[in-house]
């Protein structure tokens, strides 16, 4: 059945059954074996190169990869049951809906468990329309809340969502972090506002102070819920168990995913206060997921929220993710034709470069050196740096050691070349005049378009 029998290498494989952008795509990067083993913040190719893992699964793998605490709990779990009947309820399930409950803040009480961050999104989107009778939605441009339609309807980069269209009608982008413009779209016909904490794939993007606060007051005076989608911040990456804590906003629905499933199972959720939640309890079939809530997953999650307090993991991260940043800030200083601006909080931490090439040329150097990095999805000129959330000051000055190896490399080699001309223009022609609810949903900025021309 397997004609390549394990002789074609897995880029060709990619290639010629995945999707050959894709393949292309890993080659631009620098990255030409696949991943085999992960131990910790290490990841070893298919050649038995390591590599520090500064991606960390876009989030995914808060304890980095093959965490015992998680795969014990997942072990075990696997003696008694794997997969749900969807006919009795089940209890890890149960215990991760109350853990859950008691480490959120406010009433967030009521779980719907799915299976990834996008589903968590439609979950959340669909509860809100029910829950007020409404149908519109506001959110912020740059955001990112996962590509399936519902999802993709209110993220906000024209990139992703100009070949979809139509996408779902009724909603208004507005620029993020201003909450006049915010006022200005919030209607007697939004159900709710969605926002991220901090706009992690909008390229590590910190709101003013006071932004979320007053986001909360919007909502409330105009009977509008508000969706906080934690799906990236949640769990300890900004360096506290949740973002929305920084200015104590309880949002009345809140999404989570990644981080949840330890490394180790795919899981989402959302939580709702009761208010909101209500609005499934008539007929609790009007919104499920076959493998939502599984045994095995519910486990994971279980054990994830035991780890992250027993290792006082977000507290570690805020001490640790304070230090990275400073290193990096002090290395921006010294390339300043490279590095713009460090964003970030915690271990979700945004390096904003000059323009995209100059951005691609450092993530396939650093892979070089052994460090996976990534582009920022809706913000190809910044690189996130988003190692495990156990990643200790050994382990990322190694990082930032390369980090300064490669700029000192590459500007000796190419100096402060101008590149405008390749990278620094707004985004393809090819998207101008699509049809857009709200105004502009995010147009590439300055400085990207040169990946999208690559693979051309
Ligand atoms: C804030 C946010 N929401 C939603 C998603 C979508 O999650 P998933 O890729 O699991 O569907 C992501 C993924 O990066 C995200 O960062």
């Not at 990112?144 to 269209?165: D, I, N, W």
């Not at 035991?306 to 390339?335: C, D, H, M, N």
């Not at 052994?370 to 582009?375: E, M, N, R, Y």
């Amino acid at each position: 059945m397997l004609r390549s029998e394990g002789k074609i290498g897995v880029a060709e494989l990619y290639e010629s059954y995945i999707n050959p952008g894709l393949a292309k795509l890993y080659r631009l990067m620098g990255v030409s074996s696949g991943e085999a083993r992960g131990e910790g913040c290490f990841l070893y190719d298919e050649e038995g190169r390591r590599y520090i893992d500064c991606v960390s699964g876009y989030g995914s793998l808060p304890f980095g990869h093959r965490p015992l605490a998680v795969l014990r709990a997942v072990r075990d779990q696997l003696e008694r049951m794997a997969l749900s009947s969807k006919v009795m309820p089940g209890r890890p399930a149960a215990e991760l809906a109350e853990a859950l409950a008691a480490r959120l803040p406010g009433d967030l009480q009521y779980s719907f468990f799915c299976n990834s961050g996008a589903e968590a999104v439609e979950g959340a989107l669909k509860l809100a329309r029910a829950a007020t009778g409404r149908t519109e939605f506001v959110a912020a441009r740059g955001g990112f809340h996962g590509k399936t339609l519902g999802a993709l309807s209110v993220s906000g980069r024209e990139r992703y969502r100009a070949p979809f269209y139509p996408l779902l009608p009724g909603v208004t982008h507005v620029p993020y972090g201003d909450v006049k413009a915010l006022e200005k779209a919030v209607t007697n016909r939004t159900a709710a506002v969605i926002l991220e904490p901090v706009q992690g794939e909008g390229g590590v993007r910190v709101p003013p102070e006071g932004y979320l606060r007053a986001v909360r007051g919007i909502c409330d005076r105009t009977g509008t819920l508000l969706i906080l989608d934690e799906v990236q911040t949640g769990l300890g990456r900004t360096g506290r168990w949740f973002a929305m804590e920084k200015e104590n906003v309880v949002p009345d629905i809140v999404c989570l995913a990644k981080a949840l499933g330890g490394g180790v199972m795919p899981i989402g959720c959302f939580v709702a206060r009761p208010d909101a939640a209500r609005a499934f309890w008539g007929d609790p079939l009007v919104h499920t997921s076959t493998f939502g809530g599984n045994a095995l997953a519910a486990a994971a999650g279980l054990a994830t929220l035991r780890f992250l307090e027993e290792a006082e993991i977000p507290e570690r991260v805020a001490e640790t993710g304070a230090w990275l940043k400073r290193q990096l800030v002090r290395l921006s200083a010294e390339y300043p034709a490279w590095i713009r601006e460090v964003r970030g909080e915690g271990f979700l931490l945004g390096v904003e470069f000059a323009d995209e090439a100059r951005g691609g040329l450092v993530m396939s150097a650093l892979v070089e050196q052994g460090v996976l990095t990534a582009f920022a999805l809706n913000s190809h000129r910044v690189v996130r740096i988003e190692p495990p959330l156990i990643a200790d000051r050994l382990v990322l000055s190694g990082v930032v050691e390369r980090w300064a190896g490669v700029l000192a490399r590459l500007e000796a080699l190419v100096g402060d070349a101008d590149w405008g001309a390749y990278g620094d223009r707004e985004g393809s022609a090819g998207e101008a005049g699509r049809p857009q609810e709200g105004g502009e949903a995010g147009a590439d900025g300055p400085g990207e378009g040169s990946l999208r021309e690559a693979l051309a």
